[in-house]
């Protein structure tokens, strides 16, 4: 069973996913700012940094993508969903709020293909490296879990051996 939800669980995963996006914006700026800076209103400082306004909406976005992940893996909400849906139905929304504040904040122009091309393929490299971590952490735990087990058989069964003497 999991632990109940805080308000904390909450900003912090708000908080993580932001750190993470603005330290690849900062990357991104860095690498294609003078170049993208006519283009998108992300990158219109070029090289020398992320617009405040930029930062603003890549928090509220933030908190937007950490409320959709807490509704699709809320026992309350979504219960009687597969795990593999909710998560379907999860990256659906999220990269639906994500080109809605793509359009919003018209972080690049929405009539040219070449962005949203390296929008879609970010995000599934993003998916994938998610899928990767979550796979090792599973298996981690697993093997965490097989030891523990090992252990207590072994003491079960040192502890009947020491009584029938």
Request: glycine content about 6%; proline content about 2%; hydrophobic content about 50%.
């Amino acid at each position: 069973m999991e632990k109940d939800k805080t308000i904390f669980d909450f900003l912090g995963n708000v908080f993580c996913m932001y750190g993470i996006t603005t330290a690849l914006l900062i990357l991104f700026a860095l690498l294609f700012g003078e170049s993208a800076k006519e283009i998108s209103g992300m990158f219109w400082l070029g090289n020398e940094g992320i617009p405040l306004e930029v930062l603003a909406e890549f928090l509220l976005t933030s908190f937007l993508i950490t409320g959709i992940q807490y509704l699709f893996f809320s026992e309350k909400v979504f219960r009687h969903m597969s795990v593999n849906w909710r998560t379907i139905c999860m990256l659906g929304s999220i990269l639906i709020i994500t080109s809605l504040a793509i359009w919003r904040f018209a972080w690049f122009p929405i009539n040219m293909w070449q962005p949203w091309v390296y929008f879609l393929l970010s995000f599934l490299i993003s998916v994938a490296i998610s899928i990767g971590v979550m796979y090792l952490k599973t298996k981690a735990e697993d093997r965490r879990l097989k030891e523990g087990l090992e252990r207590m058989q072994k003491k079960w069964k040192e502890e009947e051996t020491g009584e029938e003497e």
